[in-house]
C-alpha cells in the first residue's frame, strides 16, 4: 500500500522503509523520483540535497525540512547534485556549515 508523502519522510526519519507516489525511502535514502533527496550516512550524519530540480521535488524536500525542524534534527545542506543521483550527498559540495533546526517558540 502507497503511504502518503508525509508519511513517507516520517518513515525515513526513522530508518523505516515507506513507499509513496514519487516519493520512496529506502536504504537510508530518501528518494524524489530517482533522485536522493537525503541520506543517512555510515555514522549516522544526515545529509540533504536542496539542489533546484522541479516544482514537487521542491514540495518533497519541503515536506522533509519541516519534518527535520519538527523533530530538531541537525543535517548537512548538499548543492549541485546531479538529477538522477543515487547516493554518497557527502562527497558533493557542501554550505561548509552543518544547519540545525530549532522549534519556534
Known amino acids: 500500500m502507497k503511504e502518503t508523502n508525509e508519511n513517507v519522510v516520517i518513515a525515513f526519519c526513522k530508518h523505516h ?11 537510508n535514502r530518501l528518494y524524489s523520483y530517482r533522485t536522493c533527496l537525503a541520506e543517512f550516512d555510515e555514522n549516522g550524519n544526515l545529509w540533504v540535497n536542496v539542489t533546484r530540480y522541479s516544482n514537487t521535488t521542491s514540495k518533497h524536500l519541503g515536506k522533509l525540512l519541516r519534518q527535520l525542524q519538527r523533530r530538531e534534527m541537525t543535517y548537512t545542506m548538499v548543492t ?3 538529477c538522477g543521483g543515487c547516493g554518497n550527498l557527502k562527497e558533493y559540495p557542501t554550505t561548509k556549515q552543518a544547519f540545525k533546526s530549532y522549534k519556534t517558540l
Not at 522503509?17 to 520512496?24: D, H, I, M, P
Request: charge should be negative; avoid cysteine; proline fraction near 7%.
Open 17 to 27: 522503509y515507506a513507499e509513496g507516489g514519487n516519493l520512496q525511502s529506502m536504504n
Open 80 to 82: 549541485d547534485f546531479p
